[in-house]
């Protein structure tokens, strides 16, 4: 069932910090095809997006914590979608220099 797409007049805004003892940068993809992992290592990022079409993302805005663990990467990742727009879009990935803002795969 597809979702209902969010009006255009609306923004998210995510300030992602570290507020808790459990260790990130994994992905919990239960249940899940036979192609992924129930557990996946992979970084935590802003707004990840995989395997969708059509998605716009209109004025979002993401900011980091003071405290950016290692796992923490971009503000923005795309995997195998089409149609991804993202006017508006305002970030940059937890460690500047070592990746980018925005990853499109």
């Known amino acids: ?6 009006s255009p007049r609306q923004a998210v805004e995510l300030l992602a910090g570290l507020a808790a003892t ?18 996946e290592e992979h970084g935590t990022i802003g707004i990840a997006v995989r395997f969708a079409d059509d998605i716009a993302l209109r004025r979002c805005r993401i900011a980091w914590g003071a405290h ?5 990467t971009h503000a923005l990742e795309a995997e195998d979608v089409k149609g991804l727009t993202y006017p508006g879009f305002v970030g940059e990935s937890a460690h500047p220099g070592r990746e980018s803002a925005v990853s499109v795969r």
């Open 68 to 72: 950016r663990p290692d796992y923490f």
């Open 1 to 6: 069932m597809r979702q209902p797409r969010i």
């Open 22 to 39: 459990i260790v990130g940068g994994v992905w919990d993809n239960r249940p899940t095809a036979s192609a992924y992992s129930p557990i």
